[in-house]
């Protein structure tokens, strides 16, 4: 089992930057396939991006490539979002997730969700 803490949201202006953190507590992050979801008001919840246990592989949503950055760090458990070039439409609740086991990506079924950190850009 594995328990998820995320910090970092806040509120920025478009063009803006933020870098997500997802704090991991628990045994063997290391295998863990992680995610970053996303859910805007009045909206389902999507994913946004997806990392190997490794980190080696990552997967993207069409509407964030090339401006989210997924990483992570096994040593110091954690996952990082890094979001460049933010635009109204990503204000959203910002959840981090993990799945254990060898399967990643977007379409997988996460198991445990962190509690969410708004993330407000302003246009």
């Known amino acids: 089992q594995v328990q998820l803490v995320e910090s970092g949201g806040g509120l920025v202006q478009t063009g803006g930057s933020l870098r997500l953190s997802c704090a991991a507590s628990g045994r063997s992050f290391s295998s863990y396939a992680m995610a970053w979801f996303r859910q805007a008001p009045g909206k389902e919840r999507e994913p946004a991006a997806a990392?190997?246990?490794?980190?080696?592989?990552?997967e993207y949503v069409d509407s964030v490539k090339g401006r989210f950055t997924i990483s992570r760090d096994n040593a110091k458990n954690t996952v990082t979002l890094q979001m460049n070039n933010l635009q109204p439409e990503d204000t959203a609740v910002y959840y981090c997730?993990?799945?254990?086991?060898?399967?990643?990506?977007?379409?997988?079924?996460?198991?445990?969700w962190g509690q969410g950190t708004q993330v407000t850009v302003s246009s």
């Open positions: 990392i190997t246990w490794s980190g080696g592989n990552s």
């Open positions: 997730a993990a799945a254990y086991g060898s399967r990643w990506g977007l379409d997988v079924e996460y198991t445990y």
